[in-house]
């Protein structure tokens, strides 16, 4: 099908200019000559405006977003040179009133306007005409190396490819119920092409063609799967589809109708409680003119939130309900089967916004968590996407140590399997001897407690990862455990983020070259806002030779989680440290106030670099007296680098000093 759709002025019949961006750059005239535009930063330029159509956008952030690495003043003189060329190859088509810049919309259509419309539909035909404009990734093949502009075309490709495949799910079982089986097996091995690890797939296929008699095809269907988990993640299919196979090698028959529902939807039910979160509606202490941000912001931070499998997030229809009710928290919170409330304000006073957030347990009277976030109102949208995505890490982490407070408290045969878990991430967490011990007895009675917690295997996962630096002459034993019991949870649900991300620190730890980026990048699809896999990717890209990158994803999740634990400041450092930023990167280890034996290597490490004799003096000191028979070579090569210039950098900088 055809990706240009026209718009006429039925008064003028003055052409019109088609934006495609999902997929690779391409624009159309309507009389169909080609948009004369030549350099990646004017396609990038064109390519931000069309997907953020809905706001302009000050010339400033543009210019910051595109050149951020020569200056302001270079920047912005960039910015009226692109503009100007713009402007004298084809005319208006970004509006400014002086300090504003937006997509004319008179002038021009969207493909990812309209995508995102059609995705808001139920109906078969309109969620067709959705995926027949989504012709691969967003800008797809468009490299502009400027970390402002890379972080946001992430995160934008991240949000258009979700959109996409829950449109295929939802496309794929409503041809189904309409008995349009063939087209709904070219929707599925569409999704499967987009990901061909991707279960819920597999899955559905299988049973299309069980349910059509093509039944070699659903076993071969059930082969592929098999390979393509093995391949990319080294794991075998979830027993949900090992029933259906077994079902249609055995010609038991049963329930062939059903098309398999989307990932998040075909986890193993679980017999543990996860603690509820009602986000009510914000109190808008603006004006109504503001009502537009104030939601918007309420429900990106549930949205966000529903990523957490460690929660269970109210819907926004039940939550919106109770505005301008009268309504005590715990009568909402009985009302709505909710411990955790969510309550909050919004005031914009020129180009200024103040949000107040509070974390209520309803039940107990109690304000567990309140945070004011104040902010310039450049952007009102990139404010509110900050505001909501640091409000969610933070919210999860509180409701956290909410339940863990409750946890501590009750007597040990009481505890169910999420309490088990809390209290094993406590002790894990000290990251001492006795209390990794600890926290892995902890996880093992979760699992006994709930076989099918997903998350249970995965920090046992991480436990016995944490036991391999107290336990080394059992290092491959316990690797190999810990291996099996993620891919374990991996297993029960296959849209659990915290498998994958723990399975990425094995494959790092194992020197894969593909393996881990592979698996952080399903696991933050999965959960974008998590801070540990944001961190999680910053740190494998550090060991990859993509500093610049890395620094990127930890700062990101600092934002995210203010509350980070110190190794993020760890991982920070040597990122920046392999950017011959040694500076910044002895300031970033300034906030251990415990460093370990691999801080001190590299603030040794950078005051070599840097050659102040004082500074050498006082870090080669202090490592010699934390580890007295601290090796170099040995240190150096249990560092899991994919990136030999890197490791010898580090080598040559320690070998100079100890």
């Known amino acids: 099908m055809s990706r240009l759709f026209f718009v006429y002025n039925p008064s003028s019949m003055a052409k019109t200019l088609r934006l495609n961006v999902l997929g690779p750059f391409h624009a159309q005239w309507s009389d169909g000559t080609a948009l004369d535009v030549t350099g990646k930063k004017i396609q990038g330029l064109l390519g931000y405006l069309a997907v953020e159509s809905a706001r302009p956008h000050s010339r400033e952030q543009i210019a910051a977003l595109l050149w951020s690495e020569t200056g302001d003043e270079r920047a912005r003189h960039n910015l009226r040179q692109a503009l100007s060329k713009i402007r004298r190859s084809n005319g208006a088509l970004i509006s400014s009133n002086g300090e504003t810049l937006a997509l004319d919309l008179e002038l021009c259509t969207v493909d990812a306007r309209d995508f995102e419309g059609l995705a808001r539909s139920n109906e078969v035909a309109d969620l067709e005409r959705c995926m027949a404009l989504y012709q691969g990734d967003l800008l797809d093949g468009l490299v502009l190396r400027e970390a402002l502009y890379d972080e946001w075309l992430v995160g934008a490709q991240h949000h258009f490819r979700r959109t996409a495949c829950d449109v295929i799910e939802r496309l794929a079982a409503g041809l189904a119920e309409v008995d349009r089986l063939e087209d709904a097996v070219d929707v599925l091995n569409r999704r ?291 291996e099996a019991a993620a891919n374990r949870g991996l297993t029960l649900d296959e849209s659990d983020s915290e498998c994958l991300r723990i399975l990425a620190q094995i494959a790092l730890l194992r020197q894969n070259p593909r393996l881990p980026i592979r698996h952080q990048e399903r696991g933050l699809f999965l959960n974008p806002n998590d801070d540990r896999s944001v961190c999680a990717m910053g740190e494998i890209l550090s060991f990859a030779g993509r500093s610049e990158e890395a620094e990127g994803w930890i700062r990101k999740a600092m934002r995210l989680n203010p509350y980070h634990p110190p190794r993020y400041w760890s991982h920070l450092a040597r990122a920046l440290f392999h950017q011959g930023r040694y500076r910044d990167a002895l300031e970033a280890l300034q906030n251990f106030t415990a460093p370990r034996v691999r801080e001190l290597a590299f603030q040794v490490a950078a005051a070599s670099m840097l050659g102040d004799a004082d500074e050498i003096g006082k870090y080669v000191a202090g490592l010699r007296k934390m580890a007295p028979d601290f090796d170099v070579e040995r240190f150096v090569d249990t560092l899991p680098y994919g990136d030999d210039d890197d490791r010898a950098t580090l080598r040559d900088a320690l070998l100079a000093l100890v």
């Open 192 to 482: 499967v092409a987009m990901d061909s690890a991707c279960e819920s797939a597999h899955r559905g296929l299988m049973e299309i063609f069980e349910r059509v008699g093509r039944r070699s095809d659903a076993l071969r269907q059930y082969q592929f799967l098999t390979d393509a988990l093995s391949r990319e993640f080294g794991t075998a299919p979830s027993p949900e589809t090992t029933v259906v196979y077994e079902r249609i090698r055995t010609g038991g028959g049963g329930s062939a109708q059903r098309v398999s529902s989307p990932p998040e939807e075909a986890a193993v039910d679980s017999e543990h409680d996860l603690p509820a979160v009602a986000v009510l509606p914000f109190d808008n202490l603006s004006g109504p003119e503001d009502n537009y941000f104030v939601d918007g912001t309420v429900e990106d931070i549930i949205t966000a939130l529903s990523h957490f499998s460690s929660l269970m997030v109210i819907s926004r229809g039940s939550t919106f309900a109770y505005r301008g009710r009268e309504v005590s928290d715990r009568q909402v919170a009985t009302e709505l089967r909710a411990q955790f409330l969510v309550r909050g304000s919004v005031r914009r006073a020129g180009d200024r916004v103040r949000l107040n957030v509070q974390l209520l347990d309803a039940h107990a009277g109690s304000t567990l968590w309140a945070h004011r976030f104040d902010r310039e109102l450049e952007d009102v949208f990139v404010v509110q996407d900050e505001l909501s995505s640091t409000i969610v890490s933070t919210l999860a982490g509180r409701v956290e140590a909410a339940q863990l407070a409750k946890a501590r408290r009750a007597p040990r045969g009481r505890l169910d399997a999420y309490d088990y878990l809390l209290r094993g991430k406590e002790h894990h967490n000290r990251e001492t001897r006795g209390d990794t011990e600890a926290a892995i007895d902890m996880f093992e009675h979760a699992i006994e407690a709930d076989p099918g917690y997903a998350q249970a295997h995965a920090w046992l996962a991480c436990g016995l990862g944490m036991a391999m630096r107290f336990r080394p002459l059992e290092y491959d034993e316990l690797l190999d455990q810990a």
